[in-house]
């Protein structure tokens, strides 16, 4: 039944297009094997693109915000930044390590990128002075990135410990 569905869209699709689109669907049958690298490229590209920002966003809070927010405010910067920059790592290290649990390590890394979006940069837009309603967008990110640890904490518990098992 899989195998229909992805003949028909492939039929419907052009060569060109199928890359595109099933990167955006998460198919990986449409293009077979490169469709996997093309999304872990896009990944780890993202990973290290948090990194960066995670370091500029420090350094500007350091010295191009110090003296501009109230002390609060620049604690909720420093804040983000520091829960972006380990979430970052932890997301970097599922990237470039073998798992036993890939699923599980996908699921947590959409959790952690998708938390560092929400928790990190509420966060910033509220020390920049973003409207209040912003506020309760932070603790989702936060549900979020603490989702993340408990996927990947749950998915150990359940993956066997003989050697055997993974052959």
Not at 4 to 29: A, D, F, H, M
Not at 54 to 71: K, P
Not at 96 to 112: E, G, H, V, Y
Not at 119 to 140: E, Q
Request: glycine fraction near 10%; aromatic fraction near 10%.
């Amino acid at each position: 039944m899989r195998g229909s569905s992805v003949y028909l869209l492939n039929s419907l699709v052009k060569p060109s297009e199928q890359r595109v689109l099933s990167i955006l669907l998460g198919v990986t049958e449409l293009c077979g094997e490169g469709v996997y690298m093309m999304r872990e490229k896009f990944e780890r590209c993202a990973v290290y693109f948090s990194g960066f920002m995670a370091v500029a966003a420090g350094a500007f809070g350091a010295h191009g915000l110090d003296g501009r927010l109230s002390e609060t405010m620049l604690q909720a910067w420093e804040t983000a930044v520091r829960y972006q920059m380990w979430h970052t790592l932890a997301i970097a290290l599922l990237l470039f390590c073998q798992s036993r649990t890939p699923k599980a390590r996908r699921l947590a890394i959409r959790c952690w990128f998708s938390g560092i979006v929400l928790f990190s940069g509420s966060l910033y837009a509220l020390a920049l002075g973003a409207p209040s309603f912003i506020g309760p967008v932070t603790p989702i990110g936060g549900a979020l990135l603490l989702l993340g640890w408990l996927i990947m904490a749950v998915a150990t518990l359940k993956t066997s410990t003989s050697p055997q098992a993974d052959q």
